[in-house]
Structures are given as structure tokens and as C-alpha cells.
């Protein structure tokens, strides 16, 4: 374990050394070249404001951060079992996927003052635009790894008696744990692009909402402050699958993109 | 014990066309009996297996298991593949009981019987470890393992040495032998190596493809135990004239 961190730390060093030297650049080169405020502001200047405007940026950030989950927390719910049902026939298969190509077709900004109207001005229709942003993906990736399991791992099961429920929980969905882990990743992004999607369309909170209404007065470090906290947002949630896979799934984050290949 | 009675298979492909796989197929394997099945790509060995396992239905014909039609699988025959298959999330123990405990015939001697059997096959000490931490020959002998764990008295395996080194396969078969005479099961072995059917088998079955057909049966009258310096002996020799001429004649004859 302890050789291990202390190899993840240094394999870690230049993502470190090249953001640094980025934000220096950028700080020196604001004000070499006397870069307006409105326009660019410097890292100092985007940090004052953070710090100045604290309290309500961390008020949008929990409000945002509310949706995220619900929306993250719904494609989870939904895309699992749909998985599984596309996944169980090709008749069902057949069905569904056109219904998802469809849904993934729609711009989601168009669809979130529709549904603004249809379900009222309430947590809700965020909810819906940020589950129809990330679920895709989840659905893809998990039909993949149900699918991807070895025929010869399947007639194992059958030579053992095992009926089609037994096959689902013992050989077909331990097998796609990888393959859901790595469409959850890809998900707990989109949620945070959803979230603020949403948002910027109809709210009275949230990043997406402060950062409108940030430029509307020229308030443009709060809004790049609003765009850092969500990209916090997204390296935190991404960070928290990967370890909540290494935590309940050991064998999994290992063998990603292995088990296709050596199988 | 296994009987297989003018056995026809033809398999109706995605576009509407019939491929027959196996043409009236009758084979008798008595019980503790070592059957290879030898014979070119294609020619239904796969097939053969998955009928005598109940995995797929006969075309017209019947396959006996004790005097009953097999229409399902059974709990005593057991299947090796070519790669091992094993469960990536599971170690090998619990690789080796998963046949038994899907069946639900687990019990507390289980585990035990496991780690024995797991012994005999040189893999102790490694019960906790993944199967991507073992060696290809290690994870096929688990693949082994897991079979002889359900007790099967019809041992099927499809090339199950196939993706060895010739040094792993050699000792492999070996091994194989001396698990297979500790209890009495019926083996049918289906390979690509003439040599190794002759060192493992009682008899040796040739098939001939398009539509696969049984060409001839030879007996392998080599005493056992056996070993690899028998290779050099004149019954040795004689059988694997015999088979090379059974398998190319009828390749020479699809050409024609
Ligand atoms: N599920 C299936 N659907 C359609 N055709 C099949 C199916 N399984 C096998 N076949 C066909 O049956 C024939 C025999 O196949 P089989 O896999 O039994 O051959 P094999 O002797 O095991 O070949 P190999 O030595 O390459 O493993 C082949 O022509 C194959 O295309
Ligand atoms: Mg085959």
C-alpha cells in the first residue's frame, strides 16, 4: 500500500508542475498584457471573489450539486434495469434501443423549457434534463458488459442447470461490473453538464444560474469562480466511482478493458 | 453407458440455410472409458460434445445416458473448454465450487473437497488468488479442477490443452491421465494432436467433416499407465499411421 500511494504521488507530479505553470502564465500574461477584468480575469482576482461572495457561492454550489445526484442517482436507477432488459432478448433490444437513439437525438436544452412548462418551475424538469444527459451512456456501456460475456462462461451456467435469473445474477451482471463502472464514470460527468444545462434554462439557484446572472452584470470572476466549483464537482464525483469501485469491486478496476480482450 | 444412436444434427443458420453438422452418428463409451475424438476443423467434435451435454438438441437421433435420452443437462457430466472460462471476480476456490453452488449442492465438506482436489492438481496455496494472477496452464487445471470437483461420471472436454505451450500440454495430459484413473469416469476428449489421443485414449474416434461422420474407430491397445517414451513403440506408430491416413483421406476426398 505504502509503495503503491507513493508511486501514485509521483506518477501524479507533472499533472501538478503543468497546472501550476499554467495558472502562473495565465496570472503574469492578465497582467503583462493588461487584460480587462470583464474579459479575463486573473486567478487572484477569480480567488477574491470566491472568497468574497463565499457564503452564496457555496449556496448555488450545494444547490447544483442537489441536482447532480438526483439526476446521477436516476440515470443509476433507470439505466440498470433497463440494461438488463435490452440486454435480455433481442426482441427487447430491438424495441428499446430506437426509443433511447431518439431520446439521445433531442437537444436537451430544447427539451427543459418545455418541460419547465409542462412539470412547473421546481427541482423536477432539472432533475429529468440532467438523468436524459447522463443515462445514455450508462445503458450502452452496461448492455455491453451483459453481453460481453464469454458463450463458453454461458453454457457453463446452463451445463449447471442454472435457469436465465441465476445466469443474470451470477455470470452475467458480476461479469459487467467493469463495463457499468466505466459508463458510472462517464455518467457522473454528464450529470454535473446536465445539471447546469438545466439551469441556465430555469432556476433561481445553482451554478449555471449564478454564472448567468454573474455576466449580466460583468461580474466575471464569480462566473469563472462558478466554473471551477463545477469542475471540482465533476473530479470529485468521477473520483468517488472510481473509488467506490476499488472499494467494493477490487478485482474490477484492474481488469478493465482486459476482460474483453483476454477472454 | 453413453450410447449414441444414429445421432443427426443440422444446424439452421441466421440467413434460412441448413448446415449439418453431424451425420448418423452411433458410438457406444462404456463407463470409465477414455474416448479422443480426433478429425479437421469443422467436422462437428464441438457439436458431438454439446449433444452428449445436453446443451443443444439432437436433429433426429437419440443420445442414452443409463439407458435414458439426455434432453437436458445433467448434474453428473461435467464440460472443460479451451480457455479456461474462469469467473475474473472470484479466486480459485470459490472458481471451483461455482459449478456446485449454482447447483445448490453446496455443503460444509465442500470447501474441503475443493482445497484436496486443488491440491492434487499442484495448485495449493493458491485458493485466495484471481485467475488473472495464475498462469494459463494454472488457470486451465483450475478450469480442471472445477470440473472433477462436481464428481462427473462423463468427463466431456473440448481441446481443453489447446491454448498450452507443447511443455504444459505434455505434463497437462500426463496429469490428466492420473486424475482421470483415480476415479472412474468416462472421458470424451476432443482434440487436434494425433499423438495425444493415442497417449491418453482406449480407443481414438476419427471423424471425416462436411457433414461430420465417423470415419473409423481405433483401438489403442498401449498398457497403462502411460507415458511419453511409448511414443517410440511400434503400436504407437501404427495408430498414428493410421489415423493421419483416416484424416487426410478424407480431406483428399472433400478436394476430389
Ligand atoms: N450454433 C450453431 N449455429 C449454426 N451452425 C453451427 C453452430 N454450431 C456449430 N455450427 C456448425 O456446425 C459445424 C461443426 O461445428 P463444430 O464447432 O462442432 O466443429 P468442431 O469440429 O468443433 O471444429 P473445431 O475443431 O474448429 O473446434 C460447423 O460447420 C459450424 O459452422
Ligand atoms: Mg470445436
Known amino acids: 500500500m505504502q509503495p503503491d500511494r507513493k508511486a501514485r504521488l509521483i506518477a501524479s507530479l507533472p499533472a501538478w508542475g503543468a497546472t501550476i505553470a499554467l495558472l502562473l502564465i495565465w496570472e503574469i500574461s492578465v497582467h503583462v498584457f493588461q487584460i480587462r477584468e470583464f474579459i479575463l480575469p486573473a486567478p487572484s482576482a477569480i480567488w477574491e471573489a470566491c472568497v468574497s461572495a463565499w457564503p452564496n457561492l457555496l449556496r448555488h454550489t450545494l444547490a447544483t450539486l442537489g441536482t447532480v445526484l438526483m439526476g446521477f442517482f436516476a440515470s443509476v436507477i433507470i439505466s440498470l434495469p433497463l440494461a438488463m432488459l435490452i440486454a ?48 445514455f451512456p450508462l445503458v450502452v456501456s452496461s448492455v455491453a458488459g451483459l453481453l460481453a460475456v464469454p458463450p463458453e462462461l454461458i453454457e457453463l451456467g446452463r451445463a449447471c442447470r442454472a435457469g436465465r435469473f441465476q445466469e443474470l445474477l451470477r455470470i452475467r451482471l458480476p461479469f459487467a461490473v467493469p463495463f457499468v463502472f466505466g459508463g458510472l464514470k462517464v455518467a457522473a460527468a454528464l450529470s454535473v453538464v446536465g445539471a447546469v444545462v438545466a439551469e441556465f434554462v430555469g432556476a433561481d439557484a445553482g451554478l449555471g444560474y449564478l454564472i448567468q446572472t454573474s455576466m449580466a452584470f460583468f461580474r466575471t470572476p464569480l462566473a469563472f469562480g462558478a466554473v471551477v466549483m463545477l469542475a471540482l464537482m465533476g473530479i470529485v464525483l468521477f473520483q468517488a466511482v472510481a473509488l467506490t469501485e476499488r472499494l467494493l469491486f477490487p478485482w474490477s478496476s484492474s481488469v478493465e478493458g482486459t476482460t474483453t480482450a483476454t477472454s | 453407458m453413453i450410447r449414441l444412436e444414429n445421432v443427426n444434427k443440422t444446424f439452421r443458420g441466421r440467413d434460412g440455410t441448413a448446415v449439418e453438422a453431424l451425420r448418423d452418428i452411433s458410438l457406444d463409451i462404456a463407463a470409465g472409458e477414455f474416448v479422443a475424438i480426433v478429425g479437421a476443423s469443422g467436422c462437428g467434435k464441438s457439436t458431438l460434445l454439446r449433444l452428449v451435454a445436453g446443451l443443444v438438441p439432437t436433429s433426429s437421433g437419440q443420445v442414452m445416458l443409463d439407458n435414458a435420452p439426455v434432453t437436458e443437462p445433467r448434474t453428473d457430466t461435467a464440460m472443460v473448454f479451451q480457455a479456461a472460462t474462469l469467473l475474473p471476480w472470484a479466486d480459485v476456490l470459490r472458481n471451483v465450487t461455482f459449478p456446485i453452488r449454482l447447483m445448490h449442492q453446496h455443503d460444509t465438506k465442500t470447501d474441503d473437497k475443493a482445497r484436496a482436489l486443488l491440491a492434487t492438481a499442484g495448485l495449493s496455496g493458491f485458493e485466495t488468488k484471481l485467475p488473472r494472477e495464475l498462469s494459463g496452464g494454472m488457470q486451465q487445471r483450475v478450469a480442471i479442477c472445477r470440473a472433477l470437483l462436481q464428481e462427473p461420471r462423463v468427463l466431456l472436454m473440448d481441446e481443453p490443452f489447446g491454448a498450452l505451450d507443447a511443455l504444459t500440454r505434455e505434463e497437462m495430459s500426463l496429469e490428466l491421465l492420473r486424475l482421470w484413473s483415480a476415479r472412474k469416469m468416462a472421458v470424451i476428449f476432443v482434440t487436434h494432436s494425433i499423438s495425444e489421443a493415442i497417449l491418453l485414449a482406449d480407443r481414438v474416434v476419427v471423424m471425416s467433416p462436411r457433414p461430420g461422420r465417423i470415419a473409423d474407430i481405433i483401438n489403442i491397445a498401449l498398457p497403462r499407465p502411460r507415458s511419453f517414451e511409448q511414443e517410440g513403440t511400434e503400436e504407437f506408430q501404427r495408430c498414428a499411421a493410421r489415423i493421419r491416413a483416416l484424416i487426410f483421406k478424407g480431406r483428399d476426398a472433400n478436394a476430389a
Do not use: C, D, H, W
Open chain 1, 88 to 135: 435480455s432478448s433481442p426482441t427487447t433490444s430491438a424495441a428499446i434501443y430506437p426509443l433511447l437513439v431518439i431520446t439521445q437525438s433531442i437537444p436537451k436544452v430544447a427539451l427543459a423549457p418545455i418541460l419547465i412548462v409542462a412539470l412547473g418551475a421546481n427541482e423536477m424538469p432539472r432533475i429529468i434534463v440532467t438523468f436524459l444527459v447522463a443515462f
